[in-house]
């Protein structure tokens, strides 16, 4: 990993983690060509899946918003994973934000706010921003509040 990306990481206190296996029939990540495409992320530890239940029921859109940021670390680490270094990453050209929220929750853009932040905080703005879909969904894998999914291209 370069210097300036592990300083940046450093700086913000993540210490990326070895990716969970899937959770079911899927791998983490698929490459095709320079496009490398990263399944669902939750937001989970080595302890589990964390953030279960509903944004605008059980979480703040602020709770949210660091579920989201949570699924992103995920989302390095498995490029990391993949790639062997953040360093391959040329640009984030696409991410997506599920929000498991109640009916009428308006806010999913808040929420996803928290992995666009993250992503852009460490890779930046040139690599890290990105086209995005937030979208709210009537429930996810494990029940957790937010999934991300990215797509990459590599150099």
Do not use: W
Not at 112 to 118: E, I, K, R, Y
Request: glycine letters at 10%; proline letters at 6%.
């Amino acid at each position: 990993m370069s210097q300036e990306i592990d300083a940046r990481l450093k700086q913000l206190g993540i210490d990326l983690p070895t990716p969970a296996p899937p959770a079911a029939n899927y791998v983490p990540t698929v490459q095709t060509g320079k496009l490398l495409f990263v399944s669902g992320q939750i937001p989970s530890t080595a302890d589990g899946p964390k953030y279960v239940g509903k944004v605008g029921r059980e979480f703040t859109v602020e709770e949210g918003r660091a579920a989201a940021r949570l699924c992103a670390v995920n989302v390095l680490a498995a490029i990391r994973a993949a790639l062997g270094s953040l360093d391959r990453v040329a640009r984030v050209v696409k991410l997506v934000g599920f929000v498991n929220a109640v009916p009428d929750f308006t806010d999913p853009h808040l929420v996803v706010n928290g992995a666009s932040d993250l992503i852009t905080e460490v890779l930046g703005d040139k690599v890290g921003k990105h086209a995005r879909s937030a979208v709210g969904m009537a429930s996810l894998p494990r029940g957790v509040a937010v999934e991300i999914e990215v797509i990459v291209e590599t150099v």
